[in-house]
Nanobody
Framework: QVQLVESGGGLVQPGGSLRLSCAASGGTLRYYSVGWFRQAPGKEREFVGVILRNGGTTFHTDSVKGRFTISRDVAQIRVYLQMTSLKPEDTAVYYC?????????????????WGQGTQVTVSS
């Protein structure tokens, strides 16, 4: 059993930046692909991006390309979602999800473990 915890959310002005963190309680994410999703009120959960188990390969949904970056720390304890040039439409609850697979993408069903989410609000 893996417990994932997101942190780093908050209120930020348009154009600002935030870095979200995903950590596995009591372990590492070394053997996991880790995805990020977000959900705004009244809308479907949306895939944001993923970092694959191979350690270096990432891909992101078109709406965040060039603004968001996913990375791992060197000990692979945490996976980060660095968000820049934030827009009001980025406002959502952000979730991380993990699976022991070398291949994972946009489908929620691919992931076995989910965090509880962290709120990101972009507003002036």
């Amino acid at each position: 059993q893996v417990q994932l915890v997101e942190s780093g959310g908050g209120l930020v002005q348009p154009g600002g930046s935030l870095r979200l963190s995903c950590a596995a309680s009591g372990g590492t994410l070394r053997y996991y692909s880790v995805g990020w999703f977000r959900q705004a009120p009244g809308k479907e959960r949306e895939f944001v991006g993923v970092i694959l188990r191979n350690g270096g390969t990432t891909f992101h949904t078109d709406s965040v390309k060039g603004r968001f970056t996913i990375s791992r720390d060197v000990a692979q304890i945490r996976v980060y979602l660095q968000m820049t040039s934030l827009k009001p439409e980025d406002t959502a609850v952000y979730y991380c999800a993990a699976v022991q697979s070398y291949s994972a993408g946009r489908l929620e069903s691919a992931y076995d473990y989910w965090g509880q989410g962290t709120q990101v609000t972009v507003s002036s």
